[in-house]
DNA sequence: TATTTTGTATGAAACGTTTCATTATTTTAT
DNA sequence: ATAAAATAATGAAACGTTTCATACAAAATA
C-alpha cells in the first residue's frame, strides 16, 4: 500500500494516533486533553510532519488573521515608514498583512475591497484615491487622511495644526514674506487643511504669504515659472516656504538651487511628513512631523477592535515640528552618531 | 421567514435563479452556459450580492494565488524599492503579496516559512538572515542575497564584480589608498563577495587598501576610532572608501564630517545598492547600483515558473556604477527637473 | 417514427477543518 | 454494591466551493 502523496490531513493524524478526529482538533487547539491522547497525538503529528490546512480553517471560522492594507507606493519613505508600522503592529496581535501598492492604478484599490469582501481579509486599512470606492458597510474599513463616509473612521493627523505651525515657525525665524506651494488634486482629504492652517497662521502673526496649487504632480516644472516670476535681480521675493510634503520640499530645493536661491540663507523652506533618511536617520528638511506610529498603531486598534461601540468618524493625532537644516537653526539629528 | 443574516453562497444564487449549483459554478468561472441560464444567474448574483468566498475556493484548489515576501524592514530605501517592485511583479501575473518585515526577529522568518506550509500561500521570496531556516523541500522558495540550499534558487546581483568595480572607479578617480568598511554578520550572504571583488580590483590597479568590518550593526561608532586612528594633523591617510551598503556610505558620511574630512575632496565615497531619495530622485551617494528591477522580476518569474526544470541554482545579475556627489564627477540626476 | 449521437444541466461527493450532541468512562454519593 | 453525577472522547454534520458521473433533451441519422 502507498503512501499518500499529498500532504496528510487532520484524520490521518488520528488514523495514525488511533485517536478521534475532535481529538486531535482539540490537542492541536491547545485545549485540554487526557495526557496519554495528548502524547500520542503529538507524536503522530512530528511523525507525519503535519500542518494544518488554514484554508478549511478560515472556511469554518470565517476568519483569516488577515488585513489588506492599501496604499499608493512603498517609495515614498513616508508610505514605507507607515506600511513597516503597520505590519509591526498587526504582527504584535497576530494578524498578517496582505500589502496592495495600488500605485497609479486606481482600480486596483476597489479590486482589493472586493477581494475583502470575498474572505481573504479580516478588514482593512487604506490610503486611498479613488473617490468613487465602493465599501460594503459590512467589511471592517479604516482609511488615512480620507473621509469616506460617515461609519467609516478616518485617522490623520492635525493638518490645520501642522499648517499652522509651520508658519509660526517661519514667523519666528524672521520671514515676512511667505508662499505655500501644493500639488496633488483637491479631493476631500485631510491634508488640504494644511492650506487652511497655514493662511490661518500667517494671518495671526500678521504675515504676507501666497497660495500655488498644482493639480497635477507631474507637472512640477511650473513650479519653475512660479518663482522664476516672483524673482527679483536674482533676488526671491518669499524668505520663506512651506511644501505640503517633504518630498515636494525636496525637489523644490533642488530647484532653487537651480535658480540659484540658497537654502536657508535666502529663503527657509519647512515640508511636512517628517521623512527621514533610512527611515531614521536625519530629517531630509524642516518638517513638520506626522506621528506616524501612533496613526498605524491607531489603524490597526480601531480595525480590529471588536466593539462597534460609537466612535469618533474622524482621530485627529498631534503633529510636531523638528528642525532638518532648511531652516535657520542647528538640524535635529534624531538617533545618529551622537558622540 | 427571515432572511439568513450571513452572506449568500452559492446556494442560494442557485436556489434564486433556479438552476443547479453546478451551473452557478460555471458562471462565475467563465465556463459557458445556456444563455438563458447565465442571465438568470447573473440576476441572481447581482440581485444577492453574492461574493465568492475564496477559503471554500482555496480549501479545493489548494492554491491561493498569494506569496509571502520576507524582508527584514521597509524603512532601508532599497528594501521598500524592492518590495515595491515585488509586489508590481506579482499583480501583474494577479497574485498577491503577504509581507510580512522580519525585523530584527528571526523567528518571524521561520514562521512565516511554517504558514506557507499551511497553504496559506502559493510560495515565498525571502530575504532572510535566520541560517537555521527549516525549508520543506516541497514549498516554491526563491531567495535573495544568500543561498539557502542546494535546491533553493538564489537571485542576487553580481557583488563581485560590484566591489571590483568600485575599485576600478576609485582608482580611474586618482584614489591611490583605499578602505573597504562593512557592517553585519559574514553569512554565507553573496553580498560579502562585495569584499572579494573590491580586493581583486585593487590589487589590478595596484591600489593599497584596507578592510575593516564590525560584526555588529549596533557598533557603528567603532568606525569613528578606526578612522580617528588612520588621521594624521588633520588629514585622512585614505583618499578612497568603499562602503558595503549606502546606508553605511550615508553614516561614514557623517562620521566624516564630523571629523572635518571633506566629501569628496580629501575621501572620494561609493556605497551599494543605488539608493535614491523618494525612490526616483537622486542617489544619496555614489553608488554601485543593484538591477532591482530585475531582481524583482526574476525572482517572481522563478517562483511562479510551474516548470521545474533543472534551473541554475544561482542567478546572478548584472550591476552598475552612478555617480551621486560623493566621488569627483557631476552626479546623475536620474528624471529629476532636467530643465 | 424509432434510434443513436451530441450537447448541456444536474447535484452528490469531496476538500480539511470545527463543533456539538452523543456515548463511554470514571468518580462520588448513597 | 448500586445509582447518580461528572468528566472526557467520539464522530457525524456543516462550512462553501469544484468536480464529474449521471440524466436529460435536442438534434441527427436510419
Redesign the pocket.
Known amino acids: 500500500m502507498r503512501k499518500k502523496s499529498?500532504?496528510?490531513?487532520?484524520?490521518d493524524?488520528?488514523q495514525e494516533a488511533?485517536?478521534?478526529?475532535?481529538?486531535?482538533?482539540?490537542v492541536?487547539?491547545g485545549i485540554?486533553?487526557?495526557e496519554?491522547?495528548r502524547i500520542r497525538v503529538e507524536a503522530a503529528i512530528s511523525k507525519l510532519h503535519?500542518?494544518?490546512?488554514s484554508?478549511?480553517?478560515g472556511?469554518?471560522?470565517?476568519k483569516t488573521y488577515t488585513v489588506a492594507v492599501l496604499i499608493p507606493n512603498t517609495k515614498d519613505p513616508y508610505f514605507a515608514r507607515l506600511t513597516n508600522l503597520i505590519n509591526l503592529s498587526l504582527t504584535k496581535r497576530k494578524y498578517r498583512m496582505l500589502l496592495c501598492c495600488t500605485d497609479s492604478d486606481l482600480s486596483f484599490e476597489q479590486e482589493y475591497i472586493t477581494m475583502a469582501q470575498q474572505n481573504k481579509v479580516d478588514g482593512i486599512i487604506g490610503l486611498t484615491y479613488n473617490p468613487n470606492l465602493l465599501i460594503n458597510p459590512e467589511t471592517p474599513f479604516v482609511s488615512i487622511d480620507r473621509i469616506m463616509g460617515a461609519n467609516i473612521p478616518c485617522v490623520t493627523c492635525d493638518n490645520f495644526m501642522g499648517g499652522q505651525l509651520a508658519a509660526e515657525k517661519l514667523a519666528d525665524l524672521g520671514c515676512r514674506n511667505v508662499a505655500f506651494l501644493r500639488t496633488g488634486s483637491s479631493l476631500t482629504n485631510e491634508p488640504n487643511k494644511r492650506k487652511a492652517g497655514f493662511e490661518n497662521g500667517c494671518l495671526a502673526r500678521n504675515l504676507h504669504y501666497e497660495t500655488k496649487i498644482l493639480e497635477d504632480d507631474d507637472l512640477i516644472e511650473e513650479f519653475e515659472t512660479f518663482l522664476r516670476e516672483r524673482m527679483q535681480n536674482g533676488r526671491l521675493e518669499f524668505d520663506g516656504i512651506f511644501c505640503s510634503t517633504d518630498l515636494l520640499a525636496y525637489r523644490i530645493i533642488q530647484l532653487l538651487s537651480k535658480l540659484s536661491v540658497k537654502v536657508p540663507e535666502d529663503v527657509q523652506i519647512i515640508g511636512f511628513d517628517g521623512v527621514r533618511l533610512f527611515g531614521d536617520l536625519d530629517y531630509i528638511c524642516s518638517t513638520i512631523v506626522q506621528p506616524v506610529s501612533d496613526i498605524a498603531e491607531m489603524c490597526v486598534q480601531i480595525l480590529l477592535q471588536d466593539t462597534l461601540t460609537a466612535r469618533p468618524p474622524l482621530i485627529c493625532l498631534p503633529v510636531s515640528y523638528a528642525a532638518g537644516g532648511t531652516t535657520k537653526e542647528p538640524p535635529e539629528r534624531p538617533e545618529s552618531l551622537s558622540g
Open positions: 499529498s500532504a496528510p490531513t487532520m484524520k493524524v488520528a488511533g485517536v478521534a478526529l475532535g481529538t486531535v482538533s482539540k492541536i487547539n485540554p486533553v487526557g496519554s491522547y503535519y500542518q494544518v490546512n484554508y478549511a480553517q472556511l469554518k471560522a470565517n
